[in-house]
């Protein structure tokens, strides 16, 4: 009997003017949690497509057992006892929670063909007492949580029987306390025999769970080594190819004038009396406890929420901003926490999202002035470093890394003065983070005012020049960059809501 449930040797996947898998090698025991790491675009998607049946790869070969197989289609590969998790799965809102479960290989009536929806609902319910869930299989699926989702995720691997489960950044939207339970159940299948390829970009996902890491680069295998073996700086190393010696590229900027200032702020339901300002040239940062009410804060300065009290000053005179477009024209601009849905139309190429927010100025009597529409986007794509084939690639076909970036060259097409990034490196790699952070920093020195929301403590603590701290609603702290460190943030957005400093 093999030593690995599953190995595979030389795997090579061409499409069209891209090689996406290069001779990649892999290896997995039953019982073991199997780290993937890589960039955007290492080749870890297409990887799990091959896994899975969806590609059938061009050259090399898939060992099940210690027997060569081929994996004809996703149905096949599920009737292997191969299955996956994705961070956006294939969720279907309308449906139950059963539905979405057995979706594909519903129990039915031999002769009859009944679907029998008791036995479904029974067997669903088993597999979420398993998961320790806290919801019924005839809820909808749109009712849930991301976290809840995911468990539903889980449990429709569990119902085909599946010895294999790929895990697709199942932390990247989940809170720490909510990450935390996913690491117990993923334990708890590990125990129970099940062999978890667990891909992430989070070295606490890899460092809380894995025995094992395998590392691919630009679509080729470099390697795979202990957890307890490879140092934080030669895994970086071997995921970007080469040292990042500052992840965090903090620019000395001398702020400026106050640009903006909020004074008494309030949204019954979200935040009261939230009061700071902002200077030009400075990187604000925003952090706190999921739900403390930072991102509800930074909607209504952009106007998607209305404050119910409170003033907004913009270069000390006071502004009343209704809508997303008012705040625009004051030269605020917002780049949400989820790019995918609110940040881009990923049916667009490149070229047209960047532009999207300033399309009125290549408006001309007879059309739209498309060659200098492109040249705008050209240079705007240039300058954040997109890495795409052309203007024309569309947003969908973009690695994590790549979308940020579309949204942000969206922004810096806009006149803007103010940029509120929430959660800018949520879902991207190292190395998109460093690319990220350095735009950052270059922005500040240009003299833009940036208020950054982020849950990361290294982030907040490396880029920000004051730090805002929010707990149900209220600021609890603000600190200088100098004063500041990660306890004493902790502590400040785990206490009661009082006097700032």
């Not at 986007?377 to 052309?390: G, I, M, P, Q, R």
């Not at 702290?477 to 004063?483: A, G, L, S, V």
């Amino acid at each position: 009997m093999s030593e690995y449930i599953l190995e595979l040797n030389g795997i090579t996947k061409t499409f069209p003017g891209v090689k996406a898998l290069d001779k990649v090698n892999f290896k997995l025991k039953a019982g073991e949690i199997h780290a993937l790491m890589g960039e955007n675009g290492a080749g870890k998607s297409t990887f799990i497509k091959v896994i899975t049946g969806v590609y059938t790869p061009d050259e090399g070969e898939i060992i099940l057992d210690g027997k060569v197989v081929v994996m004809q289609n996703p149905k096949n590969a599920q009737a292997k006892g191969i299955a996956a998790t994705y961070q956006h799965g294939n969720v279907y809102p309308d449906l139950t929670v059963t539905e979405n479960i057995f979706l594909g290989h519903e129990k039915v009536e031999k002769w009859t063909k009944r679907i029998l929806w008791n036995e479904m609902h029974a067997d669903a319910k088993k597999l979420l007492d398993e998961l320790g869930a806290n919801f019924e299989p005839k809820a909808k699926m749109g009712a849930l949580s991301v976290a809840q989702q995911q468990l539903v995720e889980i449990a429709k691997a569990l119902s085909s029987n599946a010895k294999i489960i790929i895990m697709d950044e199942p932390t990247a939207a989940l809170s720490k306390r909510e990450s935390e339970e996913l690491y117990k159940i993923t334990e708890k299948l590990r125990d129970n025999g099940a062999a978890i390829i667990f891909i992430s970009h989070r070295f606490e996902d890899m460092y809380r769970l894995a025995s094992k890491v395998t590392v691919f680069r630009d679509s080729k295998y470099i390697g795979s080594w202990k957890v307890d073996e490879i140092t934080n700086e030669n895994l970086i190393i071997a995921m970007v190819g080469r040292e990042i010696s500052q992840l965090f590229p903090k620019k000395q900027v001398e702020p400026g004038e106050e640009i903006l200032r909020l004074e008494g702020f309030s949204k019954l339901g979200h935040f009261a009396d939230i009061s700071f300002s902002i200077h030009k040239g400075e990187i604000l940062g925003l952090t706190g406890l999921v739900g403390a009410g930072r991102t509800e804060v930074c909607q209504t300065i952009f106007g998607i929420l209305q404050p119910d009290s409170g003033a907004l000053y913009l270069n000390g005179k006071e502004i009343k901003v209704k809508t997303p477009l008012e705040a625009m024209n004051f030269g605020i601009g917002y780049l949400p926490e989820d790019r995918q849905k609110q940040g881009l139309i990923l049916s667009w190429g490149i070229g047209e999202n960047i532009t999207l927010p300033v399309i009125e100025k290549f408006s001309r009597p007879q059309g739209l002035d498309v060659k200098k529409e492109r040249a705008v986007a050209k240079l705007l794509a240039e300058k954040v470093d997109v890495k795409a084939n052309s203007l024309f690639t569309l947003g969908s076909q973009l690695s994590g890394g790549n979308q940020q970036k579309v949204v942000i060259a969206k922004m810096l097409a806009a006149d803007l003065k103010i940029i509120i990034l929430d959660e800018p490196t949520k879902g991207v790699d190292v190395g998109a983070k460093a690319a990220i952070y350095e735009m950052m920093g270059e922005l500040a020195s240009q003299g833009y005012a940036i208020i950054m929301i982020s849950s990361e403590m290294p982030e907040m603590l490396g880029m920000s020049d004051r730090i805002v701290v929010m707990r149900d609603g209220r600021i609890t702290k603000i600190f200088d960059r100098k004063d500041a460190s990660q306890e004493k943030i902790l502590e400040a957005a785990m206490s009661t809501a009082g006097k700032k400093k």
